[in-house]
């Protein structure tokens, strides 16, 4: 099978063909170019001489040409739109099809400058263009068996032995390629994130095959919760080391850290070796804080198995333990070096945790709007469509910003009220994705979004989640969560910033809020 690229104008099909063909050993077969070459003349040339419809035939003809006769581990670049054929979409599923996503911003900058060679006949309104991309980038999503977010052409070709991987997985299974911007060496920010229903099922060879690290190298230490440890731990494969701690956000300390952290140093754990993150959202942020301190730095997998690590904090490295003080107050940013997750574990959930996790899916969809909004709107949003559709829009968010200094604060929405209630009531009463729903009807509320939030309500009781502090209620509690956000993380002056929903897609982070409002909006949980 070939590796056929796809995605809008400027996304670097062409580029990326180019440097990942010389990594194979071959010629890149680029199908705008094969396209010309066959016409005599530019692909715009075709447009005004014969229209779209002409084109398309002429091209549809060429690219399954090209699918139909391209060799194992080829490469192929498509035009933007040859992925509209029918017939085209059916000949993808021979290869690995990869989507280079591009923001629509991105790309008219790409394609609108001076120096751009190559005139696109679709390309020459900004408003059209951006409402072409709209269009488009959904079918691109759905075709994709492997997803490059955020990662420069230059470095696209360090995706190639994930893509290989890819190739290793059960059938079925997607990739998303994550990047940051910020980091650098010898990840430079990006790993492979993969999701397939019965990855964990996986024999210990194929395993081998698609895990994101060598393992014959590199040994594995396994850090878990007894509960997931005794489900799970024997399908990620052996272990020089197995580390369970017990379960719940009240255990993610710093004493279960050193715990770990001493435990592996008897056991003689090096920087060749590896962290698995083997459970939710706890075990996750424990683990990668290890992994991110120990002997200052060891690479971490995670492999969620909670519906919150899933589709939000398995990504984007966030790593950190609570204090009694504050939540999250002792930590690091330490990318993953690759994520595997298998929807299947999500079964093994007992419904209020699947409830609770949901609660991250409704903040994403807050944020990403458009087709999520809609299906969590409509009620759905925890299966594996949901999945990829939160891993991407938190890794597209994170590519640009990776250290909270700007459009990565939407990510917080709801997180601010929501961590101050986990805190005030000592980790212990309400779980994290409960205490972030209560945050996102603060939020809603200081929005002056009362439709929105009345929507956002009653999604939340359809589901069996609280939406008051119920026997927590009192003048008590509320002063205990207002003193919990003036600690809040997050505050770099005399106020916490808050992030504001204006509509579901319209999310803006730094809003200052009167105290009065604060107040105003957490008295009203109480009720």
Same mark, same amino acid.
């Given at each position: ?87 085209v979409r059916e000949a993808l599923a021979a290869h ?91 990840h430079a920010g990006a790993y492979p994130v993969l ?23 590199? @040994? $594995? ?6 509960? %997931?440890?005794? *489900?799970? #731990?024997?399908? /990620? &494969?052996?272990? +020089? ?24 140093? @008897? $056991? ?6 590896? %962290?698995?993150? *083997?459970? #939710?959202?706890? /075990? &996750?942020?424990? +683990? ?25 904090? $398995? ?14 107050? /002792? &930590? ?20 209020a945790e699947l409830a609770a996790g949901w609660v ?17 709107? &409509? ?149």
């Amino acid at each position: 099978m070939a590796f056929v690229l796809i995605g809008f104008m400027g996304a670097g099909k062409s580029t990326v063909a180019r440097e990942l063909a010389q990594e194979l050993g071959g010629e890149p077969l680029d199908s705008d170019a094969l396209l010309a070459e066959q016409l005599g003349h530019p692909v715009a040339r075709e447009f005004e001489l014969r229209g779209e419809q002409a084109f398309r035939e002429r091209e549809e003809r060429l690219v399954l040409e090209l699918l139909g006769s391209a060799r194992p581990r080829a490469v192929v670049a498509l035009g933007g739109g040859s992925v509209l054929s029918a017939r085209v979409r059916e000949a993808l599923a021979a290869h690995v099809t990869v989507l280079l996503d591009v923001e629509a911003a991105e790309a008219w900058r790409r394609v609108s400058r001076p120096d751009s060679s190559t005139e696109r006949p679709l390309a020459r309104d900004p408003e059209r263009f951006a409402a072409l991309h709209g269009e488009r980038r959904e079918l691109y999503e759905e075709l994709a068996d492997a997803t490059l977010i955020g990662v420069p052409s230059s470095r696209a070709v360090r995706a190639l032995p994930a893509l290989e991987r890819l190739a290793a997985a059960p059938r079925g299974t997607r990739m998303l390629w994550g990047g940051s911007a910020f980091a650098s060496g010898d990840h430079a920010g990006a790993y492979p994130v993969l999701v397939g229903e019965g990855l964990l099922a996986a024999d210990e060879e194929q395993l081998a095959r698609i895990w994101p690290l060598e393992r014959a190298r590199s @040994r $594995a230490v396994l850090v878990s919760d007894r509960t %997931v440890r005794g *489900l799970y #731990g024997e399908r /990620v &494969g052996a272990s +020089a080391l197995s580390v369970a701690i017990e379960p719940g956000e009240s255990h993610k300390t710093l004493a279960s850290a050193e715990r770990v952290w001493s435990e592996m140093a @008897r $056991a003689g754990i090096t920087r060749a070796d590896h %962290v698995v993150a *083997l459970g #939710g959202g706890v /075990v &996750g942020d424990l +683990a990668g804080f290890c992994a991110a301190s120990y002997q200052r730095g060891i690479p971490v997998v995670q492999v969620p198995t909670s519906l919150v690590a899933q589709v939000d904090s $398995a990504y984007g490295g966030k790593t950190g333990v609570d204090l009694p003080e504050a939540k999250n107050y /002792v &930590g690091a940013y330490h990318q993953p070096a690759g994520v595997l997750v298998d929807p299947l574990t999500l079964a093994t959930l007992p419904a209020a945790e699947l409830a609770a996790g949901w609660v991250e899916v409704l903040k994403t969809a807050l944020v990403a709007g458009g087709g999520l909004w809609q299906t969590v709107a &409509g009620g759905g949003g925890t299966d594996e469509r949901a999945i990829l559709a939160c891993a991407r829009t938190k890794l597209r968010v994170v590519a640009e910003d990776e250290r909270d200094g700007g459009r990565r604060q939407v990510l917080n929405l709801g997180h601010t009220v929501g961590h101050a209630i986990e805190t005030a009531s000592g980790y212990g009463r309400y779980r994290h994705g409960e205490a972030v729903g209560l945050g996102l009807l603060g939020a809603l509320r200081l929005s002056g979004q009362d439709g929105l939030r009345a929507q956002v309500r009653e999604l939340m009781l359809a589901r069996g989640l609280p939406v008051s502090f119920g026997e927590d209620r009192g003048a008590g509690f509320e002063d205990a969560i207002l003193q919990a956000m003036k600690r809040d993380k997050k505050r770099l002056g005399a106020s916490v910033p808050f992030v504001l929903v204006r509509a579901p897609g319209e999310v803006e982070f730094g809003c200052e809020v009167a105290e009065a409002d604060v107040r105003a909006a957490v008295a009203e949980l109480a009720r």
